[in-house]
């Protein structure tokens, strides 16, 4: 038997090699990839070059940047993104830590409850949210009855804030969540017997832990937000639209194709920096990987 045993698992680990004639086996998946994937996104990117005569130019990008409108909304998309990012962190990281360190029971219902918006449409929570903050909605009925001025929180920054963190706080839960179960408990408990108080153990050695899932939420979240439309389209105001409201402008109304996919590129650009910074600080393993 003891001879067995290690012809078993040589056999086992030679299976697990992976051998270069099965490589045809990734042919459709990467066929799929190039067809639906690649060959779009490098249409957008040759279109964001096309000038008038067929040539290349870089005309679209020099009015982009020469003119302050376009650069304003930018700089906008980039600071309701961060702000949303910060608000999500704030809100996010106690409920995933409650639903990490809780019982079984408390954790299926905290996990149900952060599912349960992912099983509505954006647009309709949307317009839930819209009926909830008009002047005369729930919310401002409630300041009513207990004396308080009506709150102005549509059609501005402050309810474009409340629907996108609204919108992007079960991706933060869900992503520290997967990090924070896998923390070894067992760390804390031998701080505690160390003699380190209940925060001075968090803060030192769960929390360190815990912020490769805090980087990978806020890179989530920082990247959906940026490109998001629906939200900021109906719940912002004229002055706080975002990049991905002026793509849809370019597109449904002036037909500005080549334009449009300038944004649309400079969007991308965004991501990838913020990827590299990621992989800079973090590391892209720790982004494909649900421990800590």
Known sequence: MSQITPVLAGDAAKARVFRP??????????????????YPLAAIVMRSFEGPDAGLTLDHYK????????????????????????LCVLI?????????????????????????????????RTYGWMVILRPTGLLNHIAELIGLPAFDLLYNRAGML????????????LTLFSVMRGIDGR?????????????????RVYFPLSLPGVAGASLLVFILSSGFYITPRLMGGDRDQLLASII????????????????????????????????????LKQLLTSRA
Do not use: K
Request: glycine content about 4%; charged content about 5%; some cysteine.
């Open 92 to 124: 996010g990281y106690p409920l995933a830590y409650v639903m990490a360190n809780s019982s079984s029971t408390v954790r299926n219902v905290m996990l149900l409850m952060v599912m349960l918006p992912f099983m509505t449409s954006v647009l309709v």
């Open 248 to 283: 849809a402008y370019q597109v449904d109304v002036l037909l500005n194709f080549e334009f449009a996919a300038t944004i649309a590129v400079i969007l991308l650009v965004i991501t990838l920096i913020c990827f590299g910074i990621y992989a800079r600080v973090v590391g």
């Open 162 to 173: 409340i629907g996108l963190v609204y919108t992007m706080v079960p991706y933060v839960v």
């Open 21 to 38: 004639n099965s490589l045809w086996l990734l042919l459709p998946a990467l066929g799929f990839l190039a067809a639906f994937f690649a």
């Open 187 to 203: 760390l804390v408990s031998v701080a505690h017997s160390l003699g380190a108080g209940a925060w001075s153990a968090f803060w």
């Open 63 to 86: 009015t982009f940047f020469t003119l302050p409108i376009y650069v304003r909304i930018l700089w906008q998309t980039i600071e309701i993104s961060l702000m949303t990012t910060v």
